[in-house]
C-alpha cells in the first residue's frame, strides 16, 4: 500500500513560481509511474506531468507550454513539480498520484489509471 502527501502549495502572484512535492512511503517507489493532476470546481481532474523511472523519461500536457518540470528522487520516495511563469488559470487542488508500472503501456494521462492518490495540496495565483 502506497501512501502519498503533497506539500508545496500556496499563493503566488502570476509570472512567479512554485515548487510542490510529493512524499511516498511504502510500495517500491522506483517501480511506480508518478503523476501530477489538477482540478478546479466543478471540472473534471486534468493530468499535469508524470515521471517514470522504467520508462526513463517524463511526459507532460501540451497545454503547460513547457512552463513545468517533474522531477523525483527514488531514495527519498519523493516527486516534484517545479511550476514556473505562473498564470491565474493554473489556480487548482493539484494531486499527486502513483500506479505500479505498466509494461508496454506507456505513460498514462488517465486518472483512472491511478491507484493512489494524495489528499491534494492548493495552489492560487493572483492575477
Known amino acids: 500500500q502506497v501512501q502519498l502527501q503533497e506539500s508545496g502549495g500556496g499563493l503566488v502572484p502570476a509570472g512567479g513560481s512554485l515548487r510542490l512535492s510529493c512524499a511516498a512511503s511504502g510500495g517500491t517507489f522506483g517501480d511506480y509511474d508518478m503523476a501530477w493532476f489538477r482540478q478546479t470546481p466543478g471540472k473534471e481532474r486534468e493530468f499535469v506531468a508524470v515521471?517514470?523511472?522504467?520508462?526513463?523519461?517524463?511526459s507532460y500536457a501540451d497545454s503547460l507550454e513547457g512552463r513545468f518540470t517533474v522531477s523525483g528522487d527514488t531514495a527519498k520516495k519523493t516527486v516534484n513539480l517545479q511550476m514556473n511563469n505562473l498564470r491565474p488559470e493554473d489556480t487548482a487542488v493539484y494531486y499527486c498520484?502513483?500506479?505500479?508500472?505498466?509494461?508496454?503501456?506507456?505513460?498514462?494521462?488517465?486518472?483512472?489509471?491511478?491507484?493512489?492518490w494524495g489528499q491534494g495540496t492548493q495552489v492560487t495565483v493572483s492575477s
Open positions: 498520484a502513483g500506479r505500479p508500472f505498466v509494461y508496454f503501456g506507456g505513460y498514462s494521462s488517465r486518472q483512472s489509471d491511478y491507484s493512489y
Open positions: 515521471i517514470s523511472w522504467r520508462i526513463g523519461g517524463t
